[in-house]
T-cell receptor, first 113, second 116 residues
Framework: DGGITQSPKYLFRKEGQNVTLSCEQN?????MYWYRQDPGQGLRLIYY???????QKGDIAEGYSVSREKKESFPLTVTSAQKNPTAFYLC????????????FGPGTRLTVL | DQQVKQNSPSLSVQEGRISILNCDYT??????FLWYKKYPAEGPTFLIS?????DKNEDGRFTVFLNKSAKHLSLHIVPSQPGDSAVYFC???????????????FGSGTQLTVLP
């Protein structure tokens, strides 16, 4: 079955620690995206990548970093510089450069204690 | 500045009746619009979309209407079912000729509750 996997579903970290969220897709999509969702807010774009070894900042990139070494993988690192890291993180992908539809993973709930 | 707005955080309707979810946008360059449905602790799933060259698109119980002059779109669900209870997000995209076609801008969502 093709799809997007995010692991783990729930993640707990102590304040001041970096943490990396995994996102893998087997849809052969070129573009991948990371969003953050907070209560009462929409999905806010953190980073996106159109091709391997290239990525662009979204609206709220501060305190986050990404890499795109393989087409199927787009991990997100939440660094200690992110002031409010506790949130629900969603990874998405789309087949090509312009977006007609994005396919989302199940999300990772990160709680920083 | 929010370019896509969903001003109603919540909506409750009776099973069998019509649900109407609204969305407004400010960027006149947007030319493609989508609706997503999201259950708690899950990723959003695509529901229906509409291009700016149309004013209506229908798929089963779901119809999206676009009023370009008012920069407004709406999602109609008829008849509403309890399984439709979820958060609905509208999203917009810029023209393919521009860099803004590479990402979606989402609204803040509307929680729909369909009462049995």
């Amino acid at each position: 079955d093709g799809g997007i996997t995010q692991s783990p579903k729930y993640l707990f970290r102590k304040e001041g620690q970096n943490v990396t969220l995994s996102c893998e897709q087997n849809l052969n999509h070129d573009a991948m995206y990371w969003y953050r969702q907070d209560p009462g807010q929409g999905l806010r774009l953190i980073y996106y990548s159109q091709i391997v070894n290239d990525f662009q900042k979204g609206d709220i990139a501060e305190g986050y970093s990404v890499s795109r070494e393989k087409k199927e993988s787009f991990p997100l690192t939440v660094t200690s510089a992110q002031k409010n890291p506790t949130a629900f993180y969603l990874c998405a992908s789309s087949p090509q450069g312009f977006v007609n539809e994005q396919f989302f993973g199940p999300g990772t709930r990160l709680t920083v204690l | 500045d929010q370019q896509v707005k969903q001003n109603s955080p919540s909506l409750s309707v009776q099973e069998g009746r019509i649900s109407i979810l609204n969305c407004d946008y400010t960027n006149s360059m947007f030319d493609y619009f989508l609706w997503y449905k999201k259950y708690p602790a899950e990723g959003p799933t695509f529901l229906i979309s509409i291009s700016s060259i149309k004013d209506k698109n229908e798929d089963g119980r779901f119809t999206v209407f676009l009023n370009k002059s008012a920069k407004h779109l709406s999602l109609h669900i008829v008849p509403s079912q309890p399984g439709d209870s979820a958060v609905y997000f509208c999203a917009a995209r810029g023209p393919i000729s521009s860099g803004s076609a590479r990402q979606l801008t989402f609204g803040s969502g509307t929680q729909l509750t369909v009462l049995p």
